[in-house]
Protein backbone atom coordinates (compact mmCIF):
# COMPACT_ATOMS: atom_id res chain seq x y z
CA UNK A 1 0.00 0.00 0.00
CA UNK A 2 1.15 3.16 -1.04
CA UNK A 3 0.50 6.28 0.97
CA UNK A 4 0.58 9.99 -1.01
CA UNK A 5 0.23 12.86 -0.02
CA UNK A 6 -0.49 16.44 -1.14
CA UNK A 7 -3.37 14.44 -3.45
CA UNK A 8 -4.80 18.34 -3.92
CA UNK A 9 -2.26 19.14 -6.03
CA UNK A 10 -1.38 18.81 -9.92
CA UNK A 11 1.36 15.80 -8.92
CA UNK A 12 -0.47 14.36 -6.07
CA UNK A 13 -3.70 14.55 -8.60
CA UNK A 14 -1.14 13.24 -11.28
CA UNK A 15 -0.11 10.58 -9.23
CA UNK A 16 -3.32 9.30 -8.01
CA UNK A 17 -4.71 8.96 -11.54
CA UNK A 18 -2.34 7.04 -12.51
CA UNK A 19 -2.18 4.83 -9.67
CA UNK A 20 -5.67 3.68 -10.38
CA UNK A 21 -4.70 3.67 -14.24
CA UNK A 22 -2.42 1.32 -12.89
CA UNK A 23 -4.20 -0.21 -10.05
CA UNK A 24 -1.61 0.11 -7.53
CA UNK A 25 -2.98 0.09 -3.84
CA UNK A 26 -2.55 3.50 -2.62
CA UNK A 27 -4.32 5.93 0.30
CA UNK A 28 -4.20 9.53 -0.79
CA UNK A 29 -4.40 12.04 1.95
CA UNK A 30 -4.54 16.00 1.70
CA UNK A 31 -5.36 19.21 3.64
CA UNK A 32 -7.31 19.30 5.81
CA UNK A 33 -7.31 15.81 6.95
CA UNK A 34 -3.26 15.62 6.10
CA UNK A 35 -1.51 19.01 7.50
CA UNK A 36 2.40 19.83 7.58
CA UNK A 37 1.07 22.36 9.86
CA UNK A 38 -0.56 20.11 12.57
CA UNK A 39 2.15 17.38 13.20
CA UNK A 40 -0.62 15.08 14.72
CA UNK A 41 -2.06 14.90 11.58
CA UNK A 42 0.79 13.37 9.89
CA UNK A 43 0.95 10.57 12.60
CA UNK A 44 -2.63 9.82 12.19
CA UNK A 45 -3.33 9.63 8.93
CA UNK A 46 0.60 7.88 8.39
CA UNK A 47 -1.18 4.91 11.29
CA UNK A 48 -4.25 4.49 9.20
CA UNK A 49 -2.71 3.81 5.91
CA UNK A 50 -0.45 1.74 7.74
CA UNK A 51 1.81 1.67 4.04
CA UNK A 52 4.53 0.01 2.50
CA UNK A 53 6.28 2.94 0.58
CA UNK A 54 5.55 7.01 1.11
CA UNK A 55 5.14 9.38 -1.42
CA UNK A 56 5.27 12.80 -0.66
CA UNK A 57 3.78 15.36 -3.05
CA UNK A 58 2.85 17.71 -0.19
CA UNK A 59 4.68 21.33 0.01
CA UNK A 60 4.33 24.37 0.65
CA UNK A 61 5.16 26.05 -2.60
CA UNK A 62 3.68 29.61 -2.60
CA UNK A 63 7.58 30.98 -3.58
CA UNK A 64 6.63 35.13 -2.81
CA UNK A 65 4.72 34.44 -0.25
CA UNK A 66 7.26 32.13 1.99
CA UNK A 67 9.29 35.71 2.40
CA UNK A 68 6.68 37.05 4.87
CA UNK A 69 5.37 33.84 5.87
CA UNK A 70 8.65 31.34 7.19
CA UNK A 71 6.72 29.37 9.45
CA UNK A 72 4.93 27.67 7.47
CA UNK A 73 7.03 27.44 4.70
CA UNK A 74 9.42 25.69 6.83
CA UNK A 75 6.72 23.64 8.58
CA UNK A 76 5.33 22.53 4.71
CA UNK A 77 9.14 21.54 3.68
CA UNK A 78 11.18 20.90 6.63
CA UNK A 79 9.66 19.94 9.67
CA UNK A 80 6.60 17.97 7.99
CA UNK A 81 8.74 16.01 5.41
CA UNK A 82 10.90 15.33 8.18
CA UNK A 83 8.37 14.07 10.53
CA UNK A 84 7.14 12.04 7.60
CA UNK A 85 10.73 10.66 7.02
CA UNK A 86 11.10 9.75 10.56
CA UNK A 87 7.85 7.59 11.07
CA UNK A 88 9.12 5.64 7.32
CA UNK A 89 12.46 5.44 9.24
CA UNK A 90 10.33 3.47 12.35
CA UNK A 91 8.70 1.29 10.03
CA UNK A 92 11.74 0.25 7.96
CA UNK A 93 9.74 1.39 4.58
CA UNK A 94 11.08 3.73 1.64
CA UNK A 95 10.33 7.33 1.40
CA UNK A 96 10.33 8.92 -2.10
CA UNK A 97 10.26 13.46 -1.36
CA UNK A 98 9.80 15.94 -4.06
CA UNK A 99 11.98 19.21 -3.68
CA UNK A 100 12.68 22.02 -5.90
CA UNK A 101 15.68 23.73 -8.33
CA UNK A 102 15.28 26.74 -6.26
CA UNK A 103 17.79 25.09 -3.12
CA UNK A 104 20.30 26.47 -6.21
CA UNK A 105 21.02 30.07 -6.63
CA UNK A 106 21.37 30.04 -10.33
CA UNK A 107 24.76 31.14 -10.72
CA UNK A 108 26.86 28.41 -11.91
CA UNK A 109 26.15 28.88 -15.49
CA UNK A 110 25.64 24.92 -16.64
CA UNK A 111 22.89 21.97 -15.68
CA UNK A 112 23.69 21.46 -11.93
CA UNK A 113 24.20 18.13 -10.52
CA UNK A 114 22.67 16.32 -7.53
CA UNK A 115 26.21 16.89 -5.58
CA UNK A 116 26.30 21.13 -6.40
CA UNK A 117 26.84 22.94 -3.57
CA UNK A 118 23.31 24.58 -3.22
CA UNK A 119 22.86 27.98 -2.28
CA UNK A 120 18.92 29.25 -2.15
CA UNK A 121 18.03 32.96 -3.15
CA UNK A 122 14.68 33.28 -0.97
CA UNK A 123 12.86 31.77 1.97
CA UNK A 124 10.94 28.81 0.01
CA UNK A 125 14.51 27.11 -1.47
CA UNK A 126 15.87 27.28 1.60
CA UNK A 127 13.05 25.45 3.19
CA UNK A 128 13.36 23.02 0.89
CA UNK A 129 16.65 22.55 1.27
CA UNK A 130 16.91 22.57 5.11
CA UNK A 131 14.28 19.63 4.30
CA UNK A 132 16.04 17.72 2.20
CA UNK A 133 19.41 18.00 4.05
CA UNK A 134 17.35 16.66 7.36
CA UNK A 135 15.89 14.04 5.26
CA UNK A 136 18.95 12.56 4.35
CA UNK A 137 20.86 13.28 7.61
CA UNK A 138 17.84 10.80 9.05
CA UNK A 139 19.28 7.89 7.59
CA UNK A 140 16.03 6.92 6.25
CA UNK A 141 15.64 4.69 2.84
CA UNK A 142 14.82 8.26 1.22
CA UNK A 143 14.87 8.97 -2.27
CA UNK A 144 14.58 12.56 -3.31
CA UNK A 145 13.57 13.67 -6.48
CA UNK A 146 14.41 17.94 -7.55
CA UNK A 147 12.27 19.15 -10.12
CA UNK A 148 11.33 22.66 -11.27
CA UNK A 149 8.43 24.63 -13.27
CA UNK A 150 5.87 21.79 -13.03
CA UNK A 151 2.71 21.86 -14.56
CA UNK A 152 -0.72 20.12 -15.26
CA UNK A 153 -4.19 20.46 -16.43
CA UNK A 154 -5.27 20.31 -12.33
CA UNK A 155 -4.01 23.20 -10.01
CA UNK A 156 -2.57 26.54 -10.17
CA UNK A 157 0.22 26.67 -12.68
CA UNK A 158 2.00 28.76 -15.45
CA UNK A 159 0.66 27.34 -18.20
CA UNK A 160 -3.34 27.71 -16.43
CA UNK A 161 -1.80 31.31 -15.90
CA UNK A 162 -0.97 32.36 -19.04
CA UNK A 163 -4.10 30.89 -20.98
CA UNK A 164 -6.50 32.93 -18.86
CA UNK A 165 -4.38 36.25 -18.73
CA UNK A 166 -4.18 35.27 -22.86
CA UNK A 167 -7.82 35.33 -23.26
CA UNK A 168 -7.90 38.65 -21.04
CA UNK A 169 -5.14 40.90 -22.81
CA UNK A 170 -4.19 41.00 -25.93
CA UNK A 171 -0.13 41.52 -25.01
CA UNK A 172 1.73 39.77 -22.01
CA UNK A 173 5.10 41.00 -20.85
CA UNK A 174 7.11 37.74 -19.81
CA UNK A 175 10.58 37.19 -18.22
CA UNK A 176 13.11 35.61 -20.83
CA UNK A 177 16.18 35.89 -18.92
CA UNK A 178 15.42 32.87 -16.48
CA UNK A 179 16.33 29.39 -17.69
CA UNK A 180 15.11 25.75 -16.52
CA UNK A 181 12.71 22.66 -18.08
CA UNK A 182 9.08 22.24 -17.45
CA UNK A 183 8.09 19.11 -16.83
CA UNK A 184 4.39 18.02 -16.91
CA UNK A 185 2.92 16.35 -13.72
CA UNK A 186 1.94 13.11 -15.03
CA UNK A 187 4.90 12.32 -16.64
CA UNK A 188 7.32 12.84 -13.12
CA UNK A 189 4.21 10.89 -11.72
CA UNK A 190 5.13 8.13 -14.01
CA UNK A 191 8.96 8.73 -13.05
CA UNK A 192 7.63 8.34 -9.40
CA UNK A 193 5.67 5.45 -9.53
CA UNK A 194 7.71 3.43 -11.73
CA UNK A 195 10.77 4.01 -9.09
CA UNK A 196 8.16 2.90 -6.26
CA UNK A 197 7.48 -0.06 -8.39
CA UNK A 198 10.84 -0.95 -8.46
CA UNK A 199 11.37 -0.88 -4.64
CA UNK A 200 8.50 -2.86 -4.09
CA UNK A 201 9.04 -5.73 -6.66
CA UNK A 202 12.97 -5.70 -5.97
CA UNK A 203 13.24 -4.15 -2.61
CA UNK A 204 15.15 -1.59 -0.96
CA UNK A 205 19.18 -1.23 -2.82
CA UNK A 206 21.30 1.09 -0.27
CA UNK A 207 22.62 2.43 -3.32
CA UNK A 208 18.93 3.89 -4.41
CA UNK A 209 19.01 6.03 -1.83
CA UNK A 210 20.00 9.90 -2.58
CA UNK A 211 18.88 12.76 -4.38
CA UNK A 212 18.11 12.89 -7.97
CA UNK A 213 17.50 15.25 -10.77
CA UNK A 214 14.18 14.73 -12.18
CA UNK A 215 13.03 16.97 -15.01
CA UNK A 216 11.57 17.01 -18.89
CA UNK A 217 14.46 16.75 -21.50
CA UNK A 218 15.75 19.96 -22.87
CA UNK A 219 15.44 23.63 -21.67
CA UNK A 220 13.77 26.64 -22.36
CA UNK A 221 12.65 30.18 -20.94
CA UNK A 222 9.67 31.74 -19.47
CA UNK A 223 8.95 33.48 -22.25
CA UNK A 224 9.76 30.41 -24.54
CA UNK A 225 7.64 28.53 -22.54
CA UNK A 226 4.73 31.06 -23.56
CA UNK A 227 5.59 31.10 -26.72
CA UNK A 228 4.78 26.88 -27.14
CA UNK A 229 1.83 27.59 -24.95
CA UNK A 230 0.40 29.80 -27.26
CA UNK A 231 1.87 27.85 -30.37
CA UNK A 232 -0.26 24.78 -28.62
CA UNK A 233 -3.21 26.46 -28.07
CA UNK A 234 -3.23 28.37 -31.60
CA UNK A 235 -3.52 24.59 -32.83
CA UNK A 236 -7.13 24.54 -31.55
CA UNK A 237 -8.18 27.51 -32.21
CA UNK A 238 -7.73 30.07 -29.63
CA UNK A 239 -5.96 33.52 -30.44
CA UNK A 240 -2.41 34.21 -29.49
CA UNK A 241 -1.48 37.27 -27.25
CA UNK A 242 1.63 39.33 -28.27
CA UNK A 243 4.10 38.36 -26.35
CA UNK A 244 7.14 40.91 -25.09
CA UNK A 245 10.29 39.54 -23.90
CA UNK A 246 11.51 40.93 -20.79
CA UNK A 247 14.17 40.83 -17.74
CA UNK A 248 13.94 39.59 -14.06
CA UNK A 249 14.92 43.26 -13.73
CA UNK A 250 11.69 44.58 -15.03
CA UNK A 251 9.32 42.06 -12.78
CA UNK A 252 10.20 42.29 -9.89
CA UNK A 253 9.08 39.60 -7.29
CA UNK A 254 9.47 39.66 -3.48
CA UNK A 255 11.80 36.47 -4.08
CA UNK A 256 14.62 36.44 -5.99
CA UNK A 257 14.51 33.29 -8.64
CA UNK A 258 17.54 31.52 -9.85
CA UNK A 259 18.45 32.99 -13.18
CA UNK A 260 19.78 29.38 -14.70
CA UNK A 261 17.97 26.50 -12.91
CA UNK A 262 18.35 23.93 -15.68
CA UNK A 263 18.90 20.49 -13.77
CA UNK A 264 21.09 17.79 -15.14
CA UNK A 265 19.26 14.10 -15.02
CA UNK A 266 21.83 11.71 -15.94
CA UNK A 267 21.66 10.12 -12.25
CA UNK A 268 18.24 9.33 -12.57
CA UNK A 269 18.86 7.53 -15.93
CA UNK A 270 22.10 5.57 -14.97
CA UNK A 271 20.55 4.62 -11.95
CA UNK A 272 16.54 4.15 -12.95
CA UNK A 273 16.89 3.85 -16.30
CA UNK A 274 14.11 6.73 -16.53
CA UNK A 275 14.40 9.63 -18.70
CA UNK A 276 11.53 12.39 -18.80
CA UNK A 277 10.51 13.42 -22.47
CA UNK A 278 11.07 16.51 -23.97
CA UNK A 279 9.54 19.48 -22.60
CA UNK A 280 7.71 20.32 -25.82
CA UNK A 281 6.36 16.65 -26.50
CA UNK A 282 3.98 16.26 -23.16
CA UNK A 283 2.92 20.63 -23.83
CA UNK A 284 -0.03 19.74 -25.98
CA UNK A 285 -1.90 17.21 -24.10
CA UNK A 286 -2.12 19.09 -21.07
CA UNK A 287 -2.96 22.59 -23.17
CA UNK A 288 -5.55 20.92 -24.67
CA UNK A 289 -6.92 19.71 -21.35
CA UNK A 290 -6.37 23.08 -19.99
CA UNK A 291 -8.46 24.53 -22.75
CA UNK A 292 -11.21 22.30 -22.46
CA UNK A 293 -11.20 22.62 -18.51
CA UNK A 294 -11.30 26.40 -18.47
CA UNK A 295 -13.51 27.79 -21.71
CA UNK A 296 -15.76 30.33 -20.68
CA UNK A 297 -19.74 29.47 -20.68
Given at each position: MILITGASGQLGNALTTLARERRVPFVAVSRPEFDFENPASIDACFAAAAPSLVINAA??????????????????????????????????????????????????????????????????????????????????????????????????????????????????????????????????????????GRLQDSGWVSEYGGIYHATGSGETTWHGFATAIFAAAAELGQAAPELEAITTADWPTPARRPADSRLDCTKLAEVFGLTLPQWQESLPPIVAQLLRMDAPG
Amino acid sequence: MILITGASGQLGNALTTLARERRVPFVAVSRPEFDFENPASIDACFAAAAPSLVINAAAYTAVDAAESNPAPASAGNHTGPLRLAELCLAADIPYLHVSTDYVFDGAKGAPYVETDPTNPTGVYGASKRDGEEAIMALGAKAIILRTAWVYAAHGKNFARTMLGAGRRMPKLRVVADQRGTPPAAPALARAMLDIAGRLQDSGWVSEYGGIYHATGSGETTWHGFATAIFAAAAELGQAAPELEAITTADWPTPARRPADSRLDCTKLAEVFGLTLPQWQESLPPIVAQLLRMDAPG
